[in-house]
């Protein structure tokens, strides 16, 4: 009796994971066969006016490397070099298909898959086209941690405040850590693996703890400067945040 309600249930759930794993192969093979010809397209793009054979090939590429599974391959809205917005060259293509999961049950119709692509053929660089400077593509985005109590909110300390030298920071443990700083030995933390939180105090004898230390009230983190000012945290008036 219980089987004859399990059962079923159970089928439909294997045919249900047989059909989306074979869904997205199929789905992953198509979208691979489209962006190899677009590639090609993009790359071919200086060569050719036109290219007349893009529909026909993609199309056939698709059948011929999955014969069973896709059909009713639909290529439209295929615009080739043209401008947009000041970008020239460009190429979009949309590609509607059907896949037919051969499942022993009729319980699935076939699935319609839409996929859009836009990019740029190599057509090569416009007249007023500006190449970025060098220092430009050098820049790094700006990146300072400031140290916070995590807890309390309020300001932001720069590495050397002396509003936060006296309190532990919470640091992840690792070989330098263990070499620069000794285990306290109220909470042994010697044990814990490394890259878990550990809260060492660096002016104060170079210990390391856990957390849950008695010794450990409370602690600093440090943060990106940018974060700490969204969090609503505003400079140290003695440090100045740096
Ligand atoms: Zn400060
Ligand atoms: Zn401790």
Excluded at 98 to 116: A, C, G, S
Excluded at 149 to 167: L, M, N, Q, V
Aim: hydrophobic share 40%; aromatic share 12%; glycine share 6%.
């Amino acid at each position: 009796m219980e089987a004859a309600i399990i059962l079923p249930i159970f089928l439909i759930g294997v045919l249900t994971f047989a059909y989306l794993i074979k869904l997205v192969t199929v789905q992953e093979a198509v979208m691979h066969a489209f962006t190899d010809e677009a590639k090609r397209l993009s790359a071919e793009a200086s060569f050719y006016p036109i290219d007349p054979f893009f529909k026909s090939r993609l199309a056939n590429r698709i059948y011929g490397e999955n014969p069973i599974d896709v059909k009713n391959i639909d290529i439209d809205n295929y615009q080739y070099l043209y401008n947009i917005s000041g970008a020239a060259g460009m190429i979009s293509v949309d590609l509607n298909y059907q896949v037919d999961i051969r499942l022993p049950i009729t319980f699935y119709n076939d699935l319609p898959i839409y996929e859009k692509l836009v990019f740029r053929g190599f057509i090569g660089a416009e007249e007023d086209w500006e190449p970025m400077p060098f220092e430009d593509m050098e820049k790094e985005t700006d990146s300072q941690l400031v140290w916070i109590f995590p807890r309390a909110g309020g300001r932001y300390h720069g590495e050397d405040c002396t509003y936060i030298s006296a309190d532990p920071r919470e640091m992840l443990l690792s070989g330098k850590v263990r070499s620069q700083y000794k285990p306290c030995s109220i909470c042994k933390p010697s044990e814990i693996k490394n890259g878990n939180f550990v809260y060492c105090f660096i002016k104060s004898g170079e210990v390391y703890h856990r957390g849950s230390c008695p010794v450990v009230d409370r602690y600093v983190i440090s943060i990106e400067k940018e974060e700490a000012i969204e969090r609503g945290y505003t400079p140290c008036l003695k440090c100045g945040g740096n």
